[in-house]
Every structure is written in structure tokens, then in C-alpha cells.
T-cell receptor
Framework: ETGVTQTPRHLVMGMTNKKSLKCEQHLGHNAMYWYKQSAKKPLELMFVYSLEERVENNSVPSRFSPECPNSSHLFLHLHTLQPEDSALYLC????????????FGNGTRLTVT | GESVGLHLPTLSVQEGDNSIINCAYSNSASDYFIWYKQESGKGPQFIIDIRSNMDKRQGQRVTVLLNKTVKHLSLQIAATQPGDSAVYFCAEDSRLMEYGNKLVFGAGTILRVKS
């Protein structure tokens, strides 16, 4: 149990579908993150929310749309994705101040067909 | 540029031996470093961290060493066990945000423990 729960664990979607990834953290943290993990590439930061406000958008295409309704929940809305978007999407949370580690969920394995 | 690099190695060690995983970083402004372990089908799991005002920190069977002069970080695992088999990532906090953390991750090292 990591304290960060992601659903679904696996998702297969067509390029015209709309789906959402969900993340919930039970650690009382103030910051939440979306990372993308592709094969043979380092983890890529996509979005950061601190106190429910987006503080970082790492040049992510608009077909990825994050939502943070409160400090415990984070969503990633997906629409008209491309096959190259297939990857493991990881959610993380942290206390939000410097020198605090991120705690990750187990990810959603996304396959775009 | 800002990067954390691992030479994408696969490290094979015999059970019971010590393991050393290395990491080079390039951002001299980074002042916080973390090691993560990622097992198959799971997300990265926090192992140990170190601030730049330290050069060594020990945990349970793990030690992290930081050499700021050469921008090098290492993770030592004592008495390596089969359960230590995983991909290990180092990450640096580039401190580019006032709130939250902007961690830059290395590519990872695969550790295989032979019984």
C-alpha cells in the first residue's frame, strides 16, 4: 500500500475515445503530480498541482487535460490520443515543500489503439 | 543542461554480495537527491534521500553517497537479496518551483540478483 491509489490499472482506448485516469492520495500531502513513463525513457513530468492550483505544465499536448478538485484527488482526462501516447501514467504526491520526496502510485498502463 | 544520467546498465550480483549503483548529475544547483526502486508492475518506491549538506546517509541495508565535487551519487545495498531485483532510479530536485518538487529522473539501472 503506497498511500497513492490509481485507477484503472490498465486501460485500452481507441484514438477517438474519451477516458479519465483517477488518482487519490491518503497521505495528507499538498502537491500532486502526473508523470509519463515510456519504455527506455526517463520519467517525464507532465503536470504539477500545489494546493489544488496548477503550478507546472510541462509543454504537454492539449489532448491531456488535468483536473485537481481538491488536495486528495487528481484526474487526467484523455481525448483523441495517439498510439505514441501509450505508456505508464504515474501519479505522485508530496508535502509540496523543497526536500520532500514524491510518493508514487502503481500507475495506469495505457494502450492507445 | 539539466540532466540526471544513468548509463542504463544491468547490474548482476550474487545473493549476499553488496551492490553499488551509480548516478551522475549535471545540475550543480540541485540540493536534494532521491533513490527510487521500481519493481515490475509497480510505481517507483522511495528508498532513501540525501540533502546536499551531507555526503553520506544510511538506511536499513542501504547507504547513499553524494560527491558534489564530481556530481556523483551512489546507492549501496548491503547483503543483496532476491527481493532487491528491480530498476533503480536516482532523481534530483532542480528547485525550479517555489511550491512542489521538480524531480529530474535518470534512465534507471536494472539490478538482477542471482541466487
Amino acid at each position: 500500500e503506497t498511500g497513492v491509489t490509481q485507477t484503472p490499472r490498465h486501460l485500452v482506448m481507441g484514438m477517438t475515445n474519451k477516458k479519465s485516469l483517477k488518482c487519490e492520495q491518503h497521505l495528507g500531502h499538498n502537491a500532486m503530480y502526473w508523470y509519463k513513463q515510456s519504455a527506455k525513457k526517463p520519467l517525464e513530468l507532465m503536470f504539477v498541482y500545489s494546493l489544488e492550483e496548477r503550478v507546472e505544465n510541462n509543454s504537454v499536448p492539449s489532448r491531456f487535460s488535468p483536473e485537481c478538485p481538491n488536495s486528495s484527488h487528481l484526474f487526467l482526462h484523455l481525448h483523441t490520443l495517439q498510439p505514441e501516447d501509450s505508456a505508464l501514467y504515474l501519479c505522485a504526491s508530496s508535502r509540496g515543500h523543497n526536500n520532500s520526496p514524491l510518493h508514487f502510485g502503481n500507475g495506469t498502463r495505457l494502450t492507445v489503439t | 543542461g539539466e540532466s540526471v544520467g544513468l548509463h542504463l546498465p544491468t547490474l548482476s550480483v550474487q545473493e549476499g554480495d553488496n551492490s553499488i549503483i551509480n548516478c551522475a548529475y549535471s545540475n550543480s544547483a540541485s540540493d536534494y537527491f532521491i533513490w527510487y526502486k521500481q519493481e515490475s508492475g509497480k510505481g517507483p518506491q522511495f528508498i532513501i534521500d540525501i540533502r546536499s549538506n551531507m555526503d553520506k546517509r544510511q538506511g536499513q541495508r542501504v547507504t547513499v553517497l553524494l560527491n558534489k565535487t564530481v556530481k556523483h551519487l551512489s546507492l549501496q545495498i548491503a547483503a543483496t537479496q532476491p527481493g532487491d531485483s528491480a530498476v533503480y532510479f536516482c532523481a534530483e530536485d532542480s528547485r525550479l518551483m517555489e511550491y512542489g518538487n521538480k524531480l529530474v529522473f535518470g534512465a534507471g539501472t536494472i539490478l538482477r540478483v542471482k541466487s
